[in-house]
């Protein structure tokens, strides 16, 4: 059959693309055109379930490079050899907003990264801001909901949407560093080749050795960072919506590369205990005097995707796809995250999604998991379909997989909030180091939100923004006063 040819979905050729198959030329139309029914059962199922959160996104393929080898901290293969390069896939997103959101809006960007290594797929899943809002994933599904569109109205942006975010965020003092930096105007972006990324949650790089050491991951645009302001945010929502997607595309597509360089910090573990805050708490970050950045590699996008769906929306991100040399910490937000977004794949594309291409290793995967919704690889032939085994040889057989650091992991089971909170102090440094513009649109920003939350609920957040700096609670409240 040629290319060109239109057939059904069995690949059989279409002779009419236009009328249904009917009983004369007014008669009812028949069951029996199975080029129809076929037609309207797909396009009746083409929308699978949207992302509950980082639905609306953007994306590109590429390469990753390490300037040097990595082996006195890690042994993950993709990071010892200049000489390789490491096919990467990256997804960029909106959090809060559906599908066909602006993508100019003020909120947390996704920054996802799928390295195709030569032990397998390792996914570095972090934002455009260094921390987060909460620091344990209880609390995640509580948080996203306060963010969505309020339950009986469905209003997005409204006097009691606004009332929904501030009495979560005035309730969770913990959530004060993270809107120094959403409210900024680092919150507010119109480029994905114009922000940095942030793993966020800290890891840990483990070398041939085992041993261990902490790990944040920073990525830094080679083009710069570019930010806008509320007013700018709010005409470019109206007149170009995809105006990140739109730009990501367009630059790929006339030769251009996107670039980002990778750089970590590094802690050792005896460090933990030293620090007037908890290090694994994700609503903090490593002061760089003391934790410097260390440049690690190059990544390079400069393919678009083919199609959107098969490879944007259906390219699935999580924190527990790591390889040797890479392990999580006790950070407890990583924790639920490593559990929470393989899970969210596997109802949303089916209990086989790392089958779909753009999610699929590299290399060969060999296991005894069968069958399912959508197995279009099945890793076994012949009679056996579980190990150990005799039968095929024992194989496939154990090989040298992740390797945890020896640390002694003790305690009395309990569910108690860490100890060093220090929910303050980062924020109000935050608010200092700005300059006097960007300390301005900082409040005006949360006075400009905040001011159509209930009373006190503003009594609330004014407490929690003084207790980071006292100068910073007194001109939100003056500002929405004004």
Not at 226 to 246: K, M, N, V, Y
Request: with cysteine.
């Amino acid at each position: 059959m040629e290319k060109n040819t239109l057939t059904t979905n069995q690949g059989v050729p279409v002779s009419d693309n236009q009328n249904s198959l009917t009983a004369g030329e007014r008669g009812g139309v028949l069951l029996q055109d199975v080029h129809l029914i076929e037609k309207l059962a797909h396009f009746d199922r083409e929308r699978i379930p949207e992302r509950v959160v980082h639905a609306n996104g953007a994306g590109a393929h590429g390469y990753f490079q390490v300037y040097r080898s990595m082996a006195p901290y890690t042994k993950a293969k993709f990071l010892q050899d200049p000489d390789v390069r490491t096919p990467v896939f990256v997804r960029f997103s909106t959090v809060v907003g559906s599908k066909g959101s602006a993508d100019s809006v003020r909120d947390p960007r996704g920054f996802a990264v799928k390295f195709y290594t030569e032990d397998g797929n390792y996914d570095l899943v972090g934002n455009h801001l260094p921390v987060f809002f909460i620091r344990d994933a209880i609390k995640f599904p509580d948080m996203v909901h306060s963010f969505k569109p309020a339950p009986d109205t469905n209003y997005p942006t409204s006097s009691a949407a606004n009332s929904r975010f501030w009495d979560f965020i005035s309730l969770s003092p913990e959530s004060t560093h993270m809107i120094t930096w959403l409210f900024s105007d680092r919150g507010t972006i119109k480029s994905y080749r114009k922000m940095e990324g942030f793993g966020v949650n800290t890891y840990i790089w483990v070398n041939e050795e085992g041993k261990g050491i902490y790990i944040k991951y920073h990525w830094k645009p080679s083009a710069g960072i570019e930010t806008i302001d509320r007013f700018e945010s709010t005409r470019l929502a109206g007149e170009d919506p995809d105006c990140a997607t739109r730009d990501l595309y367009e630059w790929i597509a006339s030769g251009k590369d996107v670039e980002y360089e990778l750089c970590v910090q590094m802690m050792e573990f005896e460090d933990e205990e030293k620090l007037e805050f908890d290090p694994l708490d994700a609503t903090k970050t490593w002061p760089e005097d003391k934790y410097p950045l260390m440049p690690v590699g190059r990544m390079i996008l400069n393919k678009n995707p083919e199609n959107y769906f098969a490879e944007i929306e259906q390219a699935a991100f999580c924190p527990a796809s790591i390889v040797p040399g890479i392990e999580p910490s006790a950070d407890r937000l990583l924790q639920g995250r490593m559990f929470s977004y393989a899970d969210t794949q596997r109802h949303r594309l089916g209990p086989n999604y790392l089958q779909i291409p753009v999610n699929r290793p590299k290399v060969p995967v060999t296991n005894h998991q069968q069958d399912g919704n959508m197995q279009m690889s099945p890793q076994f032939t012949g009679t056996v379909n579980f190990e150990p085994n005799s039968l095929e040889g024992g194989f496939p057989r154990e090989t040298g997989g992740p390797t945890f650091p020896g640390r002694s992991l003790h305690g009395v089971m309990t569910r108690k909030k860490i100890t060093r909170m220090n929910d303050f102090q980062q924020a109000g440094e935050r608010y200092r180091s700005l300059s006097e513009s960007e300390q301005d649109h900082l409040v005006g920003n949360i006075a400009d939100a905040l001011m159509h939350a209930d009373e006190e609920i503003q009594k609330r957040m004014i407490i929690n923004l003084s207790e980071a700096d006292h100068e910073l609670g007194e001109r939100v409240a003056e500002g929405m006063n004004n």
